[in-house]
């Protein structure tokens, strides 16, 4: 870039050399249009800053660790969608083979507790509700005693509802298998003849579990091993019995 005082010099020994004409290329117009158009781009760019390298450094910098965890947080949202892919199939598959094995055990269990009668389990999706009633997707439980056309649970009655329920547990209990299981009154429900078919279902499964019993049917305390009970003696003062009927 050339000031006044550069011109000036440029001038002065010019003179000196007693140059009649101009090198080539230095021609003053040509100079001074020349200095004026840098002048106009060095104003178009406005001021300096002296630490742009430096901020510019600085910033590439921070671009760079961005983008690499910007590249970690995608690979890990990948994994995170590929782990929910594989959560996704292993629920439907165990679910397919858990219902699967309850349906047939429901099957089984239910023409055993309704003697000429059957029951079955089905998967009722959102819509499917019988008699135009709009159904919540889920498991279905159909049940017709003998000399019944009846499948809906409502209209069964008490007793034949609570045999239903029944069957559902056992069919449980049969496609995964406890140690020991606590059955609270769940025969409470039922007539005599119910309970002697209650009764013999526990005694299949005797021998592979535990069961835990609260019942005040006789029928029922007569297959246990051991009684416990709770006596008052004296008026206010409890006292806790066991029996061993081994």
Do not use: W
Not at 11 to 33: F, H, I, S, V
Not at 43 to 63: D, S
Not at 70 to 80: H, N, T, V
Not at 209 to 214: D, E, P, R, V
């Amino acid at each position: 870039m050339l000031f006044r005082s550069d011109t000036e010099e440029a001038t002065r020994r010019l003179d000196e050399a007693n140059a009649e004409e101009p090198a080539e290329g230095d021609d003053r117009a040509e100079l001074a249009t020349r200095v004026e158009r840098l002048d106009a781009r060095r104003e178009a760019l406005g001021k300096v800053n002296p630490l742009a390298k430096e901020e510019y450094e600085g910033e590439k910098t921070r671009l760079e660790e961005l983008a690499a965890q910007r590249a970690d947080l995608e690979a890990s949202l990948a994994e995170i969608a590929k782990l929910r892919d594989e959560l996704a199939d292993t629920v439907q598959r165990r679910f397919t083979e858990t219902f699967d094995a309850v349906a047939r055990n429901f099957e089984e269990v239910s023409s055993t507790l309704f003697p000429g009668g059957e029951g079955r389990l089905r998967l009722v999706e959102p819509g499917e509700g019988a008699e135009g009633e709009e159904a919540e997707p889920g498991v279905e439980i159909e049940l017709r005693p003998a000399g019944k056309k009846i499948t809906r649970l409502t209209l069964l009655s008490g007793g034949e509802k609570a045999l239903g329920a029944i069957s559902f547990l056992f069919a449980l209990f049969l496609a995964k298998p406890c140690p020991f299981y606590l059955l609270d009154e769940v025969e409470a429900a039922l007539d005599d003849a119910n309970i002697g078919r209650f009764v013999e279902m526990l005694r299949s499964m005797q021998a592979q579990t535990q069961f835990i019993l609260i019942t005040h049917h006789r029928k029922t305390m007569e297959i246990a091993n051991r009684l416990y009970g709770v006596t008052m003696e004296e008026p206010g003062v409890s006292k806790l019995i066991s029996v061993s009927l081994n």
